[in-house]
């Protein structure tokens, strides 16, 4: 158990529909990374919080878009769905974002996009 | 433009052998690599890293090379262990300026079974 939570594990809904993915960090980490992995590939990097700011941003489309809050637990909002968008879609967190700490993931969130 | 490759989708090890699994990349700025281990429905634990400024890193049954000219990581597990079947990811991370951040590029992974 890395002490990442996410809910819910699997969410089925249909194109066009918008969703929200929920991130609990490790106690004590600042830092939540969001993460999509499609089949078959690698995780493709969405973006970063740091301690509420948004520190950096990666492959995510402009229908996406995330929040930390001042607990530290993350959202992850995912607008007008699209088939592609089917994933597992994982969250991590870390101490802080300027070391090369490693990254703790959660067990992730399978969307299922019909 | 894939700056991590893991070109075996799948290795079959048999237990007690060596496993060596494969990572190239083509960003030269990449300092820092890292494996990770995903088991079905769990999210990725990190397994060991290597800085760029080392060509080998040691932790039990895991060791992890780096050959920087050749752009080119490996991890071998000695000996392999049923446990160790999982889906392994090579991970990189460039350093960006003093006040850094950094975002880990990910291959897309290597399945090892490990056959009894």
């Known amino acids: 158990d890395s002490g990442v939570t996410q809910t819910p594990k699997h969410l089925i809904t249909a194109t066009g529909q918008r969703v929200t993915l929920r991130c609990s960090p490790r106690?004590?980490?600042?830092?939540v990374y969001w993460y999509q992995q499609s089949l078959d590939q690698g995780l493709q990097f969405l973006i970063q919080?740091?301690?509420?700011?948004?520190?950096a941003k990666g492959n995510i489309l402009e229908r996406f878009s995330a929040q930390q809050f001042p607990d530290l637990h993350s959202e992850l909002n995912l607008s007008s769905l699209e088939l592609g968008d089917s994933a597992l879609y994982f969250c991590?967190?870390?101490?802080?974002?300027?070391?090369?700490?490693?990254?703790?993931f959660g067990p992730g969130t399978r969307l299922t996009v019909l | 433009d894939q700056q991590v490759k893991q070109n075996s989708p799948s290795l079959s090890v048999q237990e007690g052998r060596i496993s060596i699994l494969n990572c190239d990349y083509t960003?030269?700025?990449?300092?820092?690599f890292l494996w990770y281990k995903k088991y079905p429905a769990e999210g990725p634990t990190f397994l060991i890293s290597i800085s760029s400024i080392k060509d080998k890193n040691e932790d039990g049954r895991f060791t992890v090379f780096l050959n920087k000219s050749a752009k080119h990581l490996s991890l071998h597990i000695v000996p392999s262990q049923p446990g160790d079947s999982a889906v392994y990811f090579c991970a990189a991370s460039a350093r960006r300026g003093l006040d850094s951040n950094y975002q880990l590029i990910w291959g897309a992974g290597t399945k090892l079974i490990i056959k009894p």
């Open positions: 919080y740091y301690n509420g700011e948004e520190r």
């Open positions: 991590a967190s870390s101490v802080e974002p300027r070391t090369y700490n490693e990254q703790f």
């Open positions: 960003n030269s700025m990449f300092d820092y």
């Open positions: 106690s004590g980490d600042l830092s």
